[in-house]
């Protein structure tokens, strides 16, 4: 860059320069000169702010205060207004590398002579299905039998061939299952029996009302109601009858004043765990009741707080011999076990000093 009028030789030095010096030599520069005097910097100089470390990437003058709503409306406008690129090479579907191609596996080659002839053929055409699988039997060919037939043979009983024969290795049949009829449904009138415990039969000792889906909650009601004065009813069972909290409630005051009752059931209904503690509450006063069942309730999981109840009641029943329930957590699970079979050893030490007291 040549300077007119000024010495690039240095004849001063900096320190000697006044401002008006500086101020008299850059007047004197042009608008280029000065733009490559400016492009004279050190862009990894840190001290020096952003705007002085990088170079001006614009003349144009600021056309006013930034705006940012009016700077994103100009470039969307100008998104809209611009055209697309022109694709320069159309578009082909090309696959690159080599195409898998999977290996054909060999195939086994089997050789087949029909003419070959054994003096076995006859004998094996002529066997009975039965020789058939006896032979199967000794050969060891056990996946050409089923079940029935292989212990048949093992037995040397006559073989049942409900299940079939098949005359490839590896393809028996399963046995024909056997149709076992359905259970019949429980026809016990409610209303005789409501009767029968009201008026204290003596007659009934066991009532069955298990399955009973039509009984509404006030004739359940009537039922737990009438075991206050019944003195013959020994056995109570009500699964799955749809029972509720609205019935449960009623049966603790029942057992407080029943005490002939020794088994109870009252699986598979829809009783809470707060329910079942007030009735092992009841059952505690009395110690009569022997077998208590409280399993597949509608709430599957009594919880810790409820299970921890049931364990302290448990534990200070002395009459309790059965106890059908299913426990989450291990701890009361194992401790009712132990008090169970605690209360079924104590009865049969008992049973045994009365024999010898007898004897």
Known sequence: MALEGVSLKPSKEVEDFDLEDIDKILSQLTAEEIEELNGDFDPDNSFLPPSQRMK????KEATGPYKREKLLAFL???AKNEKDWEQMK????ETKGKVY???EEPKAQIHEDETVQTEWDDILAEATEEELVDLAAVLGFHGMLNQTQYYASLESDSISHTGGFSASPGSAKAQALKLVPSEPPNNTDVEESIKKVQGNDAKLKTLNLNNIKNISNERQIEIIEGLKT??????LEMANVAMTDKVATVVPAALKANKTLKVLSLESNFISGDCLVEILKAINENQTIQELRFANQKPEALGNKVEMKVLKLIEANTSLLKFGIHFEFPEPRVRVHDKIQNNNDELRKKRLGDAKSES
């Open 56 to 59: 001006p990437q614009t003349t």
């Open 76 to 78: 969307e406008k100008k």
């Open 90 to 93: 159309p578009f082909v579907k």
């Open 101 to 103: 191609k999977p290996k």
């Open 230 to 235: 019944n003195t013959c009813l020994e056995t």
